[in-house]
């Protein structure tokens, strides 16, 4: 399996909530031709938590019709209640999305008989392929590789993982324990500096949102690793540990990241759902700073 870095889409809005469609071209568009290997719309980055089931489907059904197989798509389908991530799974199955990524229900936390049984109960309701999303910092447990070994017994349909973590000993035994009895299957990592590090442990790349600003970037750094070009491997490394100061500007980074590609000149607002806030004059500065550092054009 060759690697990949997927971009967990950000959502453009207007300043009245509505989605901007025409915004959300524009960053697809720029995201091809940052020769991205996939695009992931509704994920976290996408604030699928904060937009209704009818925007979502309007947004599915816009990408999916427009992206039109340039590139790979990945629709978040996740909802708390068991019953509204089944129909939303398969309306993104039915409207033509390569596969779903599913986090599993967050807030409460969760045993691992709860959880196994969520999927199991989504799995069996549809013919999607699924990528289960493990980001405990956000539901308050983990997806444990024992876990997600039993889940993968059962569905066949489950056919990767994207593991939100910063420790890489956790994706590490991930890839240890399933890739043995199920080689094809997907463990991609959630953060775009353990893009190389997951790749050279046996895993299939990264989901990260620092793609949105820069995606070529990120598939420069995929043709290294494709390539074997350790030279390269490294200087880019270089680049997205750089890159990774954008996270620390503000907390949530989504507002950062949408300002950085609203200055880069990608025709977009920065509004996002409330209660996000958008960015402030001196995280502004710091963008700019940021940016000029390592040499991001500023056109606007």
Known sequence: MKARFLTPAITAFKEDGQLDMKANQ???????????????????????????????????????????????????????????????????????????????????????????????????????????????????????????????????NIIGYKDTVTEMAHTRELIGLLLTEFPKFDILSGFDENFIHNVLSGGGGCIGGLSNLVPEVFSNMVKAVNEKNYEKMAASQKKVDQLMQFYAIGTPFIPIIKKAMMLRGINMEDYCTKPFLRADEKQIVKIKALMNALNIEIVV
């Open 26 to 156: 524009q960053v697809y568009d720029h995201l091809i031709r940052g020769g991205i290997d996939g695009i992931v719309i509704l994920g976290s980055t996408g604030e699928f938590f904060n937009i209704s089931k009818d925007q979502q489907k309007e947004l599915m059904d816009m990408a999916i019709s427009y992206i039109n197989h340039r590139t790979k798509v990945y629709v978040g389908t996740s909802f708390l209640s068991v019953e509204e991530t089944i129909e939303m799974t398969n309306y993104a199955h039915r409207a033509g999305a390569d596969a779903v990524m599913i986090i599993s229900p967050y807030y409460f936390s969760l045993t691992e008989e709860s959880i196994e049984a969520y999927y199991n109960e989504v799995a069996a309701a549809t013919k999607a392929q699924i990528y289960l999303y493990n980001y405990p910092a956000r539901t308050g447990y983990d997806l444990s590789p024992e876990l997600t070994l039993r889940l993968l017994k059962k569905n066949r």
